[in-house]
C-alpha cells in the first residue's frame, strides 16, 4: 500500500516535468528554429525606402576613414604597418619617459642600506680591534706581487709543449691555468676595492 501511495504522488510531478519544452543552458544565445516546410514565406512585401538617396546622403556626410601609415623597404613596393616598425617615436611621449622604474630605486635603497650596514659593522669591528685595514702601501706592494707572481707563471705557461700527449703534461697545464686564473681574481679583487679590511686573531684569556 505504501509503495502505490508514493507512485501516485510522485505521477503529476512526473507529468508537469514532462510536459516542459527542453531548453539549452545556452537556449537564449542560440538561433531561432530552421522554419518547417509547410511555412510559406510572405510575398510581395515592399519598401518605401530609397537605397539609392539613403546611400548618397549616407557617402556624402560620412568622414572619410584615415588610412593606416604603411612604410616601404624594398624597390618592389613591399608595403608593412609603420605602427609595428618601430619607426614611430611611440615611448618617448609616454609620461614615465627617461624615469628611473620604482622598482630600481628600491634596489639603489636597499643597496645603501646595506652599505650603511656593513661600514656601521666595519667601523664598531676597528674599534674594538677585530679588524685592521691593510695600509695603501701594503695594497700597492700586494699587488705589484700578485702581478709579477702572473706574469712568471705566464711565462713558464707559454714554455709548455702544445702537444699534451701525457698525463703529466696534461695535469702541469691544468695546475697552471688554473693558478693563473686565481691570480688574476685576486688581482681584480685587489683594485676594485681601495680599502682592504683583514680580522686580527682573537687571544683566549
Do not use: C, W
Given at each position: 500500500m505504501g509503495a502505490q501511495n508514493t507512485d501516485s504522488e510522485l505521477l503529476p510531478i512526473m507529468l508537469l516535468f514532462l510536459e516542459k519544452a527542453f531548453q539549452y543552458p545556452d537556449q537564449p544565445s542560440r538561433r531561432p528554429a530552421v522554419p518547417p516546410h509547410t511555412e510559406?514565406?510572405?510575398?510581395?512585401?515592399?519598401?518605401?525606402?530609397?537605397?539609392?538617396?539613403?546611400?548618397a546622403v549616407t557617402n556624402v556626410m560620412s568622414v572619410p576613414r584615415k588610412p593606416a601609415p604603411k612604410y616601404v623597404d624594398t624597390a618592389g613596393g613591399s608595403r608593412h604597418e609603420l605602427e609595428k616598425s618601430g619607426l614611430?617615436?611611440?615611448?618617448?611621449?609616454?609620461?614615465?619617459?627617461?624615469?628611473?622604474?620604482?622598482?630600481?630605486?628600491?634596489?639603489?635603497?636597499?643597496?645603501?642600506?646595506?652599505?650603511?650596514?656593513?661600514?656601521?659593522?666595519?667601523?664598531?669591528?676597528?674599534?674594538?680591534?677585530?679588524?685592521?685595514?691593510?695600509?695603501?702601501?701594503?695594497?700597492?706592494?700586494?699587488?705589484?706581487?700578485?702581478k709579477k707572481n702572473w706574469e712568471e707563471l705566464h711565462h713558464q705557461y707559454q714554455g709548455l709543449s702544445v702537444v699534451t700527449d701525457t698525463a703529466p703534461k696534461k695535469a702541469r697545464k691544468e695546475r697552471m691555468e688554473a693558478e693563473m686564473k686565481q691570480l688574476e681574481k685576486d688581482i681584480e679583487l685587489i683594485?676594485?676595492?681601495?680599502?682592504?679590511?683583514?680580522?686580527?686573531?682573537?687571544?683566549?684569556?
Open positions: 510559406r514565406p510572405q510575398m510581395g512585401a515592399k519598401s518605401s525606402k530609397n537605397f539609392i538617396t539613403t546611400n614611430v617615436p611611440k615611448y618617448v611621449n609616454k609620461k614615465d619617459y627617461g624615469q628611473v622604474p620604482p622598482y630600481l630605486e628600491q634596489r639603489k635603497q636597499e643597496m645603501e642600506e646595506a652599505q650603511a650596514m656593513y661600514d656601521h659593522y666595519i667601523k664598531e669591528s676597528l674599534q674594538r680591534g677585530q679588524v685592521q685595514q691593510v695600509a695603501e702601501e701594503e695594497r700597492l706592494v700586494l699587488l705589484e706581487g700578485l683594485e676594485r676595492h681601495q680599502a682592504i679590511y683583514i680580522s686580527q686573531p682573537q687571544h683566549l684569556h
